[in-house]
């Protein structure tokens, strides 16, 4: 039996992978209170704020 070649049109890890990097650089200067920031900044601009907050309730 031969395995099934799937043809992507969006690698995943790929993305990931140039996520990291991106946010790496972006923090690489930063203090550790600067990155909390930055961090806290990118979550209320992301389409992900309303789970982050869900998760986080307090």
């Known amino acids: 039996?031969?395995?099934?070649?799937?043809?992507?049109?969006f690698d995943c890890l790929a993305f990931k992978q140039t996520s990291q990097e991106?946010?790496?650089e972006d923090m690489k200067n930063l203090?550790?209170?600067d990155?909390?920031?930055?961090?806290?900044k990118k979550i209320n601009e992301s389409d992900l704020k309303l789970w982050w907050e869900s998760i986080n309730k307090q």
Do not use: R
């Not at 039996?1 to 049109?9: D, E, L, Y």
């Not at 990155?35 to 806290?40: A, N």
């Open 31 to 33: 203090s550790y209170s």
């Open 22 to 24: 991106k946010m790496a």
């Open 35 to 40: 990155q909390i920031e930055y961090l806290q």
């Open 1 to 9: 039996m031969k395995p099934t070649t799937i043809k992507k049109s």
